[in-house]
C-alpha cells in the first residue's frame, strides 16, 4: 500500500461545481502538502500543514482551501471550480527532520474542469 | 517570473553514456537544491539533494554540483540506463528545512537501449 493514499485519481467536474481531494499518509509524518503541476510550468505550492492547527498559503492558494483534519489526512477544496483548475494535484508529506526538502508525494489526482 | 529554470524540455541519451541536465535559478536566497524524479502515473520521488555551501553532491550514478556564482545547477547520471527515463524535475528552497519548494519546469530524459 502507498505511503500517501489520494482519492479520487481522476475526476471529471463541470464549472461551478465544489470539489474534494483527500490525502491520507501512513508515514507518521506532521507536515503536509499540497502543490499543483501544470504543463511547462513545473509543481507550485497551493497550501502547507505543519502540524494539525497550523494551516499556511502557499504560492497559488486563490481558488482552493484546504482540512487539516488529523495528523493523517489533509484534504484540498474547490468550491467553486474553474476550467484554468484544470490540472494534476499532488498531496505530499514531510518529516522536518531529514533531508531539507525531500517529500514524499503520492501518485496524484488529475482534475478536469469543463 | 520563474525562479527555477529547466531549459531543456527533453534529452536523448544513449545506454552507458552520461546524462547531463541543467537547472538555473535567480533567487540569491535559495539554500537548498534538489531534484526529483516522475515516473508516468506516479508522484515524484526525491532523487538527491545539495546545501548551498558545498558544490558537489554524490550519491552512486547521480552527482549533483552547484555553480553559486552562475546561479547553475546540473544532474549528471553515469552511466545512463534505461530505467532512468523519466522526468527529472530541478526544486530550491529558503529559509530552511520548510518542504516549500519552488520547481522547475522539468525535463523529460530518454536512455535509448
Known amino acids: 500500500d502507498a505511503d500517501v493514499t489520494q482519492t479520487p485519481r481522476n475526476r471529471i467536474t463541470k464549472t461551478g461545481k465544489r470539489i474534494m481531494l483527500e490525502c491520507s499518509q501512513t508515514k507518521g509524518h506532521d507536515r503536509m502538502y499540497w502543490y499543483r503541476q501544470d504543463p511547462g510550468l513545473g509543481l507550485r505550492l497551493i497550501y502547507y500543514?505543519?502540524?494539525?492547527?497550523?494551516?499556511n498559503k502557499g504560492e497559488i492558494s486563490d481558488g482552493y482551501s484546504v482540512s487539516r483534519q488529523a495528523q493523517a489526512k489533509f484534504s484540498l477544496s474547490l468550491e467553486s471550480a474553474i476550467p484554468n483548475q484544470t490540472a494534476l494535484y499532488f498531496c505530499?508529506?514531510?518529516?522536518?527532520?531529514?533531508?531539507?526538502?525531500?517529500?514524499?508525494f503520492g501518485e496524484g489526482s488529475r482534475l478536469t474542469v469543463l | 517570473d520563474q525562479q527555477v529554470k529547466q531549459n531543456s524540455p527533453s534529452l536523448s541519451v544513449q545506454e552507458g553514456r552520461i546524462s547531463i541536465l541543467n537547472c538555473d535559478y535567480t533567487?540569491?536566497?535559495?539554500?537548498?537544491f534538489l531534484w526529483y524524479k516522475k515516473y508516468p502515473a506516479e508522484g515524484p520521488t526525491f532523487l538527491i539533494s545539495?546545501?548551498?555551501?558545498?558544490d558537489k553532491n554524490e550519491d552512486g550514478r547521480f552527482t549533483v554540483f552547484l555553480n553559486k556564482s552562475a546561479k547553475h545547477l546540473s544532474l549528471h547520471i553515469v552511466p545512463s540506463q534505461p530505467g532512468d527515463s523519466a522526468v527529472y524535475f530541478c526544486a530550491a528552497s529558503a529559509g530552511g528545512n520548510t518542504g516549500k519548494l519552488i520547481f522547475g519546469q522539468g525535463t523529460t530524459l530518454q536512455v535509448k537501449p
Open positions: 500543514s505543519f502540524d494539525v492547527k497550523d494551516i
Open positions: 533567487n540569491s536566497m535559495f539554500d537548498y
Open positions: 505530499a508529506t514531510s518529516s522536518g527532520t531529514r533531508v531539507a526538502g525531500e517529500l514524499f
Open positions: 545539495i546545501s548551498s555551501i558545498k
